[in-house]
């Protein structure tokens, strides 16, 4: 039998789907791994069997269905694999090392200038790896993979689209920079990618194959996912979200336009509003406090951004019309200030409809991940569903 690393880009046996599947989940049941495989139960049971005698799959609990006998929970041999997840974040950055069943080993924040360049972001990441690969006894090239995750849209080779959070990086080859310093598979996509990634691994989404993701934050991102993929399109910037222009006569945006969704419901411009009417200057963090707290400086600000909010989501649901929107990022953390207008402006803004029993009304649910967690694990999840793109090997 082929060892866990090769049968973990294996794309055709039975025993390297199955590797691939428990990647995915963490844990299964052989019904599961049948059902997100296509295999039949009798080809799982034959291949489950040599992966139980090589070590590669462990058997790890049993779990309870409601009636007759309990299913068996099987995960990949926490020892077979590891991989590595990197958030390029505002002023740090964060590096997760993982084992197969999802366990965190390793996880640093690196603090860095605020307008770090590319090749010392990338420098950086490769020396705090080899330490935190060192520290497990391995080397970075025993990696299965690193996904990096990065506020701005990529294109399907690593190139980045559009430098609105990072200014300066718009046509850097990320992809090239990272995979010259890694001896490893490397993985890229944009964060709210990766967030919808966590969210369908470890979070509100999972067991969901059909969602759409918008994450308020310092800028507003998001994702379409439809019969478990992430939408892309021809350049690999869809659902940018936050620059769908809603005035072309609107304030200038970060990207360069006018009127984007972002400019009225994205961090950057709520503090700068928060600012004019306040006179102080505040993080992201405080201005969620203080308008969770229903301030009365923050009250019309805060729902006026949540009704643009909730009017653009209509307008996607009126679209493409998704069982399911998940809201992320740090606004949602401002609670019921945020999220009842954003609710009301939604419901007003999508295609009226008759009462049917067979219709079913879209379900907002907030994100499990509201910090940068979704970020860095969404990078994980990159490698362990080896999710797309792999740009370079
Ligand atoms: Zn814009």
Redesign the pocket.
């Known amino acids: 039998m082929k060892n866990i690393n090769d049968l973990f880009f294996d794309q055709e046996s039975p025993a390297g789907r199955i590797v691939r599947g428990l990647a995915a989940f963490g844990a299964a049941t052989a019904g599961q791994l049948s059902k997100s495989t296509g295999l039949g139960r009798s080809t799982i049971s034959a291949a489950l069997s040599e992966l139980r005698d090589a070590g590669a799959v462990l058997d790890v609990e049993a779990k309870a269905n409601g009636q007759g006998r309990p299913s068996q929970l099987l995960s990949l041999n926490p020892a077979s694999g590891r991989c590595a997840g990197v958030l390029l974040g505002l002023g740090e950055i964060r590096i997760v090392i993982c084992d197969m069943t999802h366990a965190v080993l390793s996880d640093v924040w690196i603090p860095i200038r605020r307008d770090y360049t590319p090749e010392e972001a990338a420098d950086q990441v490769r020396d705090s790896l080899q330490g935190q690969c060192a520290a497990l006894g391995i080397a970075i090239a025993d990696l299965l993979g690193v996904g990096v995750a990065i506020s701005a849209p990529l294109s399907y080779g690593g190139v980045v689209l559009n430098g609105?959070i990072l200014p300066g990086w718009a046509g850097v080859d990320l992809a090239g920079i990272f995979s010259r310093r890694l001896d490893c598979p490397l993985h890229a996509e944009n964060e709210s990618h990766c967030g919808a990634l966590a969210e369908m691994t470890w979070g509100a989404a999972v067991g969901e194959s059909d969602f759409v993701l918008y994450k308020f934050d310092l800028g507003v991102g998001g994702a379409i996912v439809q019969n478990g993929v992430i939408l892309r399109g021809v350049n690999g910037s869809a659902a940018e979200f936050?620059?769908v222009?809603l005035d072309p006569d609107g304030s200038y945006?970060?990207?360069?336009?006018r009127g984007?969704?972002?400019?009225y419901v994205g961090g950057y411009y709520l503090l700068r509003h928060a600012q004019e009417l306040t006179g102080r200057s505040e993080t992201i963090e405080e201005f969620v406090a203080h308008a969770k707290e229903g301030r009365i400086g923050y009250r019309r600000l805060v729902e006026d951004a949540a009704s643009k909010a909730g009017w653009a989501m209509g307008t996607t649901a009126t679209m493409i019309n998704p069982p399911l929107f998940i809201i992320a990022g740090k606004m949602a953390t401002i609670g019921a200030n945020f999220l009842e207008p954003l609710e009301r402006s939604f419901r007003r803004s999508i295609l009226p409809q008759p009462d049917f029993p067979d219709l079913k009304p879209p379900r907002i649910v907030v994100a499990r991940f509201l910090g940068n967690d979704d970020t860095v694990m969404g990078a994980v999840a990159l490698v362990l569903r080896q999710h797309g793109r792999i740009v370079s090997r």
Do not use: Y
């Open positions: 609105d936050g620059h222009v945006c970060r990207c360069g336009n984007c969704l972002q400019t």
